[in-house]
């Protein structure tokens, strides 16, 4: 085990492991760790939890659990549970991988490719009134590359998000 969990807050080695799995895998997406936790423990969890159940059993700040919470439910990856015990709201996972992917692609990849248009158009500014030398056939070259691979994404997206049913 990598050691992002601590195991002395009451989870289990399973636990601990199946949430230390989900933290490497949002390391890689660059988001932030506790997102890996919160979805991680939910997983593994044979019921819903509550916010507040979610920050006892990892030690994580109210603050942190409900960003986290709401960035997960914003990429479809956490629902609320018809559970209710008062005023508290208790969460589950959704496990399926269509919904996780495509709720990225939703919420995480197109926002960045429809920003990346306008600096594209910024850039191509940029290199129209550089002057003539090869520096600016350099950059020329590079930002006809990001183009085209603007334009695949542009196309191959939408596929994947249709074929996952998102």
């Known amino acids: 085990m990598s050691g992002d969990v601590d195991v002395e807050i ?16 949002v390391k890689i997406l660059g988001l932030p760790k506790s997102i890996g936790e919160i979805y991680g423990l939910l997983f593994v969890s044979q019921g819903a939890l509550s916010l507040d159940d ?12 409900s960003q986290g919470l709401k960035m997960l439910r914003e990429l479809g990856a956490v629902r609320a549970s018809d559970a209710v015990e008062g005023r508290k709201m ?3 996972p959704d ?3 269509k919904q996780l992917v495509g709720g990225f692609i939703k919420e995480q ?19 129209e009134e550089m002057p003539g030398d ?3 056939d350099f950059y020329a070259g590079r930002l006809e590359r990001l183009g085209r ?6 196309v191959v997206l939408p596929l994947l998000q249709k074929f996952l049913g998102r």
């Open 90 to 92: 208790y969460y589950e």
């Open 54 to 65: 979610l920050v006892d059993r990892l030690g994580i700040s109210k603050g942190s659990a």
């Open 134 to 136: 090869t520096r600016s």
């Open 109 to 127: 990849v197109r926002p960045h490719l429809a920003s990346g248009e306008g600096k594209l158009a910024d850039l191509k500014k940029m290199v």
């Open 95 to 97: 496990v399926e991988l």
């Open 149 to 154: 691979w603007s334009k695949r994404a542009r």
């Open 10 to 25: 009451g989870l289990s080695d399973f636990e601990s492991l199946v949430i230390d799995f989900f933290c490497d895998g």
